[in-house]
């Protein structure tokens, strides 16, 4: 009996160390994680920070008050689980980003240890990919409409009315002046789009938008002027067409290789600089301009203009 007894005492005192030694053994863990490692622009994303506290170890939380390359669109209370082991803490961020390329979400320390810290996670962010199917259409800002009254416009009726009866009149009582020689000359005169394409590169130029800061205007002009050419010279519908159908019916003028390289690669370019918010150096406004001009001038080489009499 009495050993019954020194048996039950040892069983309960080891099973106490026991408990005593992995109660001790435990330490605080700590986590991070996303809902998304890749994300378009502009996308959320959730990010939980996480910290696992035994019932010894003091209390305490991540600081995180900016990630670079990040956004914050919504912060989370501090969430408190009690355990029979001790606390659990977990904290929800939405955040966004609106540059692209590849970003690191940091590791993050608890304040007791510099050693309790989270792993650090890689997000990519990018752009939507772009459908050739459709128009592209430039992006526009939001604009605050307020609210007016109905206006009574009765008296804009009237006065147009009587605008619109006075200049008939004048049109029907006023003598037509005879055209100048020169006049007639002027009018007829037709200019081929080869000239008029060098001409309108020269105005482009001259007007200096890229030191106005008026970047993609710039760029926009400077397409407009190669697909006005294009359609004239060569039938080609390119103010309806996307760049990639652009680039792919351009291959039917028999440009050579680099030429052909080098025009779709500044035309994509331009789209990029419209669409994509990417901001060109000095040596794409020069390779832009050279490449256009070139490529204008080596059509027109392979491509001799038949005038009205010759045909």
Same mark, same amino acid.
Request: without cysteine; glycine residues 4%.
């Given at each position: 009996?009495?050993?019954?007894?020194?048996?039950?005492?040892?069983?309960?005192?080891?099973?106490?160390?026991?408990?005593?030694?992995?109660?001790?053994? #435990?330490?605080?863990?700590?986590?991070?994680?996303?809902?998304?490692?890749?994300?378009?622009?502009?996308?959320?994303?959730?990010?939980?920070? @996480?910290?696992?506290?035994? @019932?010894?170890?003091?209390?305490?939380?991540?600081?995180?008050?900016?990630?670079?390359?990040?956004?914050?669109?919504?912060?989370?209370?501090?969430?408190?689980?009690?355990?029979?082991?001790?606390?659990?803490?977990?904290?929800?961020? !939405?955040?966004?980003?609106?540059?692209?390329?590849?970003?690191?979400?940091?590791?993050?320390?608890?304040?007791?240890?510099?050693?309790?810290?989270?792993?650090?996670?890689?997000?990519?962010?990018?752009?939507?990919?772009?459908?050739?199917?459709?128009?592209?259409?430039?992006?526009?800002?939001?604009?605050?409409?307020?609210?007016?009254?109905?206006?009574?416009?009765?008296?804009?009726?009237?006065?147009?009315?009587?605008?619109?009866? $006075?200049?008939?009149?004048?049109?029907?009582? !006023?003598?037509?002046?005879?055209?100048?020689?020169?006049?007639?000359?002027?009018?007829?005169?037709?200019?081929?789009?080869?000239?008029?394409?060098?001409?309108? $590169? #020269?105005?482009?130029?001259?007007?200096?938008?890229?030191?106005?800061? #008026?970047?993609?205007?710039?760029?926009?002009?400077?397409?407009?002027?190669?697909?006005?050419?294009?359609?004239?010279?060569?039938?080609?519908?390119?103010?309806?067409?996307?760049?990639?159908?652009?680039?792919?019916?351009?291959?039917?003028?028999?440009?050579?290789?680099?030429?052909?390289?080098?025009?779709?690669?500044?035309?994509?370019?331009?789209?990029?600089?419209?669409?994509?918010?990417?901001?060109?150096?000095?040596?794409?406004?020069?390779?832009?301009?050279?490449?256009?001009?070139?490529?204008? @001038?080596?059509? @027109?080489? $392979?491509?001799?203009?038949?005038?009205?009499?010759?045909?």
């Amino acid at each position: 009996m009495k050993e019954r007894r020194i048996n039950k005492a040892i069983h309960s005192l080891l099973f106490l160390g026991i408990a005593f030694l992995g109660n001790a053994q #435990e330490k605080t863990t700590v986590r991070a994680s996303v809902d998304k490692n890749s994300i378009l622009i502009g996308e959320h994303i959730n990010l939980v920070l @996480e910290a696992d506290i035994p @019932e010894n170890d003091p209390i305490g939380f991540f600081a995180v008050d900016s990630i670079t390359h990040f956004e914050f669109l919504q912060k989370g209370k501090i969430d408190t689980t009690n355990t029979n082991k001790g606390t659990i803490l977990k904290q929800l961020f !939405r955040i966004t980003s609106f540059d692209s390329g590849q970003w690191v979400i940091p590791s993050y320390h608890m304040p007791q240890s510099e050693d309790l810290k989270t792993d650090s996670i890689i997000i990519n962010v990018g752009y939507m990919p772009m459908d050739t199917t459709k128009d592209y259409n430039d992006i526009k800002e939001i604009i605050e409409v307020n609210a007016k009254k109905k206006m009574d416009w009765t008296w804009y009726y009237v006065g147009g009315g009587v605008l619109l009866v $006075l200049l008939l009149i004048y049109l029907l009582t !006023r003598k037509k002046k005879k055209k100048s020689s020169v006049q007639v000359a002027q009018e007829q005169k037709i200019i081929d789009p080869y000239t008029e394409a060098i001409q309108q $590169l #020269e105005i482009l130029q001259k007007e200096n938008l890229l030191a106005k800061d #008026e970047t993609k205007l710039y760029y926009s002009r400077l397409t407009d002027i190669f697909r006005v050419y294009v359609e004239k010279r060569k039938n080609i519908h390119s103010l309806q067409q996307t760049t990639d159908d652009l680039v792919y019916q351009l291959k039917n003028i028999h440009l050579d290789k680099e030429r052909y390289d080098q025009l779709a690669g500044a035309l994509r370019l331009v789209d990029f600089v419209k669409f994509a918010k990417y901001i060109p150096t000095d040596a794409d406004h020069v390779n832009v301009y050279a490449t256009i001009k070139k490529t204008i @001038e080596q059509i @027109e080489r $392979l491509n001799p203009v038949t005038t009205a009499k010759e045909e």
